[in-house]
């Protein structure tokens, strides 16, 4: 049975464009058939950072004005099997495309791919309301950051408005060092603060941003994020796979180191 | 710094953490500044009728309920606590 996952943040830049392209590899190398499908349309991403915008032909509108068969817009993956994406168009906005229109291609996709992901565009509007439309669950992106975590808090509520009810939350690029030292929210903080499920928690690491350099997902390839983002492939797939030991939280001696040091 | 301001000291991630707390209890409860002031005025109003209250003593806003021991769920709740100078006797 296939599944239908948008991913979601509310506020920009949080990650969900690398946090989906990740999910989409790690789920392939899992044996999954994936279709990963940018709903950011007019502000195209999930295709550089995949490594395949040189490939594009049609895009999302081609396919729900008609001009083409899905099979025909869907570009395979360079390194991984069973890894499709849907690209957006560059040249048109969020109105283009409307929930219903949306929902039936999703029903379409639901025939061929076990699971369909959303990247959903920032904001509330119109481009949220398109990704939403369609999706069975959501995985809610945010970082540590009071911005962020408001942002994910109203969007949690817009999900629930539009009956969406499993909703699950990713605690992206959280610094371990400025976690410990209390000068960043920890993902239980977070946890406690949303109500709401976590799914996962990717560490800040410089390797994402050279990743998205060359366009090349991390998911799967030893690394610590990258191991990240494959416990979180298995968590969506049901498993229970314990959680990393990030949250650390500050000890008495090395409070008391500090409390030395600073004196 | 000392010892005594080192224990007082909160980190900055509690401060974030209990900023979001409050902001995040007025954006659920949809709650404009503007309303909360109109709550309070109609609060003191009808107040006023009985009782005499310290108007610069008053405190009204929204917040937190205690989380339900069952559910673990929390609500906002409108917390007040309002001063009385005297009270008004009138039969």
Redesign the interface.
């Known amino acids: 049975m296939s599944e239908v996952i948008v991913v979601t943040s509310g506020k920009g830049g949080v990650g969900k464009t690398t946090t989906t392209a990740n999910l989409g590899t790690g789920l392939a190398k899992l044996d999954k058939k994936v279709v990963l499908v940018d709903t950011d349309i007019g502000l195209r991403n999930l295709d550089v950072v995949l490594g395949l915008e040189n490939r594009i032909v049609y895009n999302i509108v081609d396919v729900i004005e008609g001009n083409c068969r899905p099979a025909q817009a869907m570009i395979k993956d360079k390194k991984c099997d069973g890894l499709y994406l849907l690209p957006a168009a560059q040249t048109r906005d969020k109105s283009s495309v409307n929930p219903d229109q949306m929902r039936a291609l999703v029903e379409e996709l639901r025939k061929d791919f076990d699971y369909i992901i959303l990247d959903c565009p920032a904001g509330i509007e119109q481009g949220f309301m398109n990704a939403i439309a369609g999706a069975d669950r959501s995985l809610i992106v945010t970082t540590?950051?009071?911005s962020a975590?408001?942002d994910a808090?109203?969007i949690i509520?817009l999900l629930e408005a539009n009956n969406i009810r499993d909703n699950k939350l990713i605690v992206n690029r959280l610094n371990i060092d400025m976690?410990k030292?209390?000068?960043?929210?920890?993902a239980d903080?977070v946890v406690?603060?949303l109500?709401i499920d976590l799914i996962g928690v990717v560490p800040y690491d410089e390797k994402i941003v050279v990743a998205t350099n060359t366009g090349t997902p991390l998911a799967g390839d030893g690394t610590i994020v990258g191991n990240a983002y494959m416990n979180i492939c298995r968590r969506i797939m049901g498993e229970e796979v314990p959680y990393e030991n990030l949250d650390v939280k500050k000890g008495f001696f090395a409070k008391l180191g500090e409390?030395f040091s600073?004196? | 710094?000392g010892?005594i301001d080192?224990f007082k000291k909160k980190?900055?991630?509690?401060i974030?953490?209990d900023?979001?707390?409050l902001?995040?209890v007025s954006?659920?409860a949809s709650c404009s500044p503007e309303i909360m002031e109109r709550i309070k005025n109609d609060i003191i109003a009808v107040l006023q009728r009985y009782v005499e209250i310290d108007q610069q003593g008053l405190d009204i806003k929204i917040t937190k309920t205690e989380s339900d021991a069952d559910t673990?769920?929390?609500g906002p709740a409108l917390y007040a606590n309002i001063p009385i100078k005297s009270m008004r006797h009138s039969d």
């Open positions: 540590p950051e009071v975590v408001r808090d109203r509520g976690m030292h209390g000068n960043m929210m920890s903080d406690e603060v109500s409390l600073a004196n | 710094m010892l080192f980190s900055t991630s509690d974030a953490k900023r979001l707390k902001v995040l954006d659920r673990g769920s929390t």
